[in-house]
């Protein structure tokens, strides 16, 4: 697919960030591309068409530049998972392995309440310690991940065996 191409190419690609031997994929570089950024939201937008939930949960913090925009299009609330402490009102938690360390998730209940079925976004999956950590706080407050959706995929790190809930991502990369 041509606009796939387009994507790939805008991602910038920078070796050893933020420390040695990491090969950090910049999801910035497609937002600084406008024809980049376009194709990137008609394949969002075109992949999650017609999708049935009742919510857009989106990643602290480039979870939360594409999570918006899906709920616009599908006209259901955006509800942000973010780190530890930033959240006002009352918060349910859960704590997680990442690939530079441990945190801790945090929901607002006020944004949950009501919902069962959640589209969970995030700008790329490593090791699956981010998703499948946000796959379990929303499952114990009782919302259920229809699908995992990422702009990029790390495949060698095998996140996807973390996550219960289907993965989809655009760009693969071993
Ligand atoms: P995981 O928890 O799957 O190991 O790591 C994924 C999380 O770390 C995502 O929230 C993602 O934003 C961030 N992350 C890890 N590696 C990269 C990378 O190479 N590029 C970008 N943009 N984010 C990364």
Same mark, same amino acid.
């Given at each position: 697919?041509?606009?796939?191409? @387009?994507? !790939? %190419?805008?991602?910038?690609?920078?070796?050893?960030? $933020?420390? #040695?031997?990491?090969?950090?994929?910049?999801?910035?570089?497609?937002?600084?591309? @406008?024809?980049?950024?376009?194709?990137?939201?008609?394949?969002?937008? #075109?992949?999650?068409? /017609?999708?049935?939930?009742? *919510?857009?949960?989106?990643?602290?913090?480039?979870?939360?530049?594409?999570? $918006?925009?899906?709920?616009?299009?599908?006209?259901? $609330?955006?509800?942000?998972?973010? %780190?530890?402490?930033?959240? $006002?009102?009352?918060?349910?938690?859960?704590?997680?392995?990442? &690939?530079?360390? #441990?945190?801790?998730? !945090?929901?607002?209940?006020?944004?949950?309440?009501?919902?069962?079925?959640?589209? /969970? @976004?995030?700008?790329?999956?490593?090791?699956?310690?981010?998703?499948?950590?946000? &796959?379990?706080?929303?499952?114990?407050?009782?919302?259920?991940?229809?699908? *995992?959706?990422?702009?990029? #995929?790390?495949?060698?790190?095998?996140?996807?065996?973390?996550? %219960?809930?289907?993965?989809?991502? /655009?760009?693969?990369?071993?």
């Amino acid at each position: 697919k041509q606009q796939l191409q @387009v994507l !790939e %190419k805008a991602v910038k690609n920078y070796p050893d960030f $933020p420390k #040695e031997g990491i090969i950090f994929r910049d999801i910035f570089g497609i937002m600084q591309d @406008v024809h980049a950024l376009q194709a990137l939201r008609d394949l969002l937008v #075109e992949h999650v068409a /017609l999708m049935d939930i009742d *919510c857009v949960v989106g990643l602290d913090s480039r979870g939360f530049l594409l999570g $918006p925009l899906l709920s616009v299009e599908l006209a259901k $609330p955006f509800i942000p998972i973010r %780190k530890k402490g930033k959240l $006002p009102g009352k918060i349910f938690s859960e704590n997680y392995v990442k &690939e530079y360390g #441990e945190d801790t998730f !945090e929901i607002q209940a006020s944004g949950i309440k009501g919902k069962k079925k959640a589209l /969970l @976004v995030d700008d790329l999956l490593a090791t699956g310690g981010s998703m499948s950590a946000a &796959e379990l706080l929303l499952s114990k407050v009782g919302v259920n991940v229809v699908e *995992c959706l990422v702009v990029m #995929e790390l495949k060698s790190l095998n996140g996807r065996s973390k996550i %219960k809930a289907p993965v989809h991502s /655009l760009l693969k990369y071993d």
